[in-house]
């Protein structure tokens, strides 16, 4: 702990801010959020070098864009997502049956 207290204390002034403003992000994050973002660091940290310095490169040439409404991710029980104001849930329709296969099952006897 101490080693790293030293080292954040040494980073310039914009560096430490921008990992106290993420340390804050992690703390807000959901329980499930949490546990995959550290699902995804041990990921990070398994990769070779030059996977991670490829990553970083297509992640720089990106377009920024702009993020996902409140709740995007959030699925409805039953996997469905929320329905617009004024809709029901309509159920899916039942299986089409292959008729062309079950008549033909006597000919390739």
Known sequence: MEI???AFAQLPAGQRRQCVASFSKFA???ADDRTQFLRNAERWEEMA???RLLWRQLVRSLPVQPPLPPGFRRIAPGGLPPMPPGFSAVPAPPAAKNIYAESNTNYAQ
Do not use: D, F, I
Request: charged residues 20%; aromatic residues 0%.
């Open 4 to 6: 790293s207290l030293r």
């Open 28 to 30: 807000t994050m959901t």
């Open 49 to 51: 070098p030059q996977e």
